[in-house]
């Protein structure tokens, strides 16, 4: 016997059948959960001690190799544990940074700071060309879903950034992309709106305009127009400022008075 002069067979026998019924019992869900921490504490230690055994014979077995090579090992075992365990996972830091109209100078301070910490910086490639520094990794996407792929899939980037023109808070890609990172780390970074700069850029207020984006779908604004006395849209591909001038001509809106305020350069870090 194992152990000669403690508990006889028959006792070690009822005493392994008590506990394996109770282990049974507790489900194989919650078996699960208990076992994987140790597991993921065990393997490292097992795995090394073997690797060490296998090709000893290149170091001459030293117990120094062995001791140094364990310890560093064991204190990754246990910060796998407390992550398995505890959910101490590392989750990875997004900031969703607005640069404004796209020149250097009107980007602020915090988001060129943002910038130029990320490992990468993801976006449409016209707010790359804007924003990147030299050498920055890069990744292009526009849609919410494709840019949280990226983030999930590449947990090697520390910090990641997804810059956004314009304002995160004003008819930005911003709110859809959140929920998709709620597992991540998130901050969000205002930039100057291109609705406050062309009203600084006319030297006036924006606090009764009524405000109505035509980026990338046909809608008709003339009846907003009859509506409110000043009306701010954002245009893009099928409503872009020409067309909606023909409307307005087709319709004799000859007392309306348009303002545009085109896209800012690109500036190179």
């Not at 910060?79 to 100078?105: K, M, T, Y």
């Amino acid at each position: 016997m194992l152990f000669p002069k403690s508990m006889s067979y028959k006792a070690w026998a009822i005493v392994f059948s008590v506990v394996s019924l109770l282990i049974t019992n507790v489900g194989l869900t919650q078996i699960i959960d208990y076992s994987v921490p140790v597991l993921m504490f065990l393997y490292p230690l097992t795995i090394t001690l073997m690797l060490l055994s296998l090709f000893g014979h290149f170091f001459d077995y030293d117990k120094r190799v062995f001791v140094s090579v364990t310890a560093f090992t064991l204190a990754a075992a246990v910060l796998d544990l407390l992550a398995a365990r505890f959910g101490c996972a590392f989750r990875p830091q997004v900031r969703i940074i607005g640069i404004g109209p796209g020149s250097r100078e009107m980007i602020t301070r915090e988001a060129c700071r943002a910038i130029e910490e990320a490992d990468c910086l993801i976006g449409a490639q016209r707010m790359l060309n804007a924003a990147a520094r030299e050498g920055q990794k890069t990744f292009a996407a526009v849609a919410p879903q494709e840019i949280a792929d990226h983030v999930h899939a590449h947990r090697e980037y520390r910090r990641s950034a997804v810059v956004m023109s314009g304002d995160t808070g004003f008819f930005s890609g911003t709110r859809k992309l959140l929920p998709l990172l709620s597992d991540c780390e998130v901050d969000v970074l205002p930039g100057l709106s291109s609705l406050a700069c062309l009203c600084a850029k006319l030297q006036t207020s924006y606090e009764n305009i009524h405000v109505v984006s035509l980026h990338g779908r046909a809608h008709d604004i003339v009846p907003e127009v009859r509506a409110y006395e000043r009306v701010f849209a954002l245009v893009g591909g099928r409503g872009s400022p020409r067309h909606q001038g023909d409307r307005f001509r087709s319709r004799r809106r000859s007392r309306v008075q348009m303002h545009r305020r085109a896209a800012l350069p690109p500036c190179r870090w």
